[in-house]
C-alpha cells in the first residue's frame, strides 16, 4: 500500500510539472507584482500555491462524478485534454503569452492576483484539471485517492518555491533564457499532447471497430 501511495503522489507530480509549468509562471507572476513588496509577494505567492492545491483537489474528488453527469468517456477526455495541452504547448515553443492582454491587465490592476490569473487559468487551467479528472477515473481505493492529494501538496509546495526563488532564476538565466527553457518544456508537453490523442484516438478506434486490432 506504501508503494502504491508513493507512485501514485510522484506519478500526480510528475504529470503536472509540465502541463502546469510553474517555471513559466514565474515572469508573469513577477510581472503582475512588480509593484510589490518582497514580503507581499511572498504572501501572494503562498496563496497562489494553495488556491491551486485546493481548486485541484476539488476536481480530484469530483472528477469520476463530473465525466458521468455529462456522458463522457475517458478516452474523449484523453484526446479533448490532449487538444488543450497542445495548444498550450504551442503557445510555449512559438513564445507566445500564456495569458491574454485583458487579463495581463486585469492583473496588474487588482491587488490579490493569487487566485486569478494567476491560480486559475493560469497554472490550475483545463490542462491540468484535466490530468486530474483523468487520474481520478483510474483510482480504486482510498490510498489512490491520498497518493494522488500528496502529489497535488509537493506540486503547490514546489509552485511556492519557484515563485518565491524566481527572481533569483531570472536574474540568473535572464528572460533569454527562460525563455529557451521555456520552449525546451513546450517541446516535450506537445510531445506529451499528441500521445494522450493517440492513445484516446487508439482507444476509441478499437472499441468501435475490435476486429480491426486482432
Known amino acids: 500500500m506504501t508503494s502504491s ?23 508573469i507572476f513577477y510581472s503582475l507584482s512588480a509593484t510589490d513588496s518582497r514580503r507581499d509577494r511572498r ?6 500555491a494553495v488556491n491551486v492545491i485546493l481548486i485541484l483537489a476539488v476536481f480530484l474528488v469530483g472528477g469520476r462524478s463530473i465525466l458521468q ?11 479533448a485534454g490532449g487538444l488543450l495541452v497542445s495548444h498550450a504547448a504551442w503557445e510555449m515553443v512559438t513564445s507566445k503569452p500564456r495569458l491574454m492582454a485583458s487579463e495581463q491587465k ?3 490592476e487588482q491587488e490579490d492576483i493569487s487566485f486569478t490569473p494567476m491560480a486559475i487559468p493560469l497554472v490550475a487551467g483545463p490542462g491540468s ?24 501538496v509537493l506540486f503547490g509546495c514546489l509552485l511556492y518555491v519557484c515563485l518565491v526563488l524566481g527572481e533569483s532564476l531570472l536574474s540568473i538565466l535572464g528572460q533569454n533564457g527562460l525563455g529557451a527553457l521555456n520552449r525546451v ?8 499532447a499528441v500521445q494522450l490523442i493517440a492513445d484516446g484516438v487508439l ?3 478499437h472499441s468501435a471497430a475490435p476486429t480491426l486490432f486482432r
Do not use: E, H
Open 106 to 108: 486585469a492583473g496588474t
Open 129 to 152: 484539471i484535466g490530468v486530474i479528472i483523468g487520474l481520478s477515473t483510474r483510482m480504486t481505493q482510498w490510498s489512490d485517492y491520498l497518493g494522488c492529494s500528496i502529489g497535488i
Open 203 to 205: 482507444s476509441l478506434l
Open 185 to 192: 518544456l513546450g517541446f516535450f508537453i506537445l510531445a506529451i
Open 5 to 27: 501511495i508513493l507512485n501514485y503522489a510522484i506519478g500526480t507530480l510528475a504529470a503536472l510539472f509540465p502541463i502546469a509549468n510553474p517555471i513559466g509562471a514565474v515572469p
Open 69 to 79: 453527469f455529462f456522458g463522457i468517456s475517458l478516452d474523449v477526455l484523453r484526446i
Open 43 to 48: 504572501k501572494q505567492a503562498q496563496r497562489t
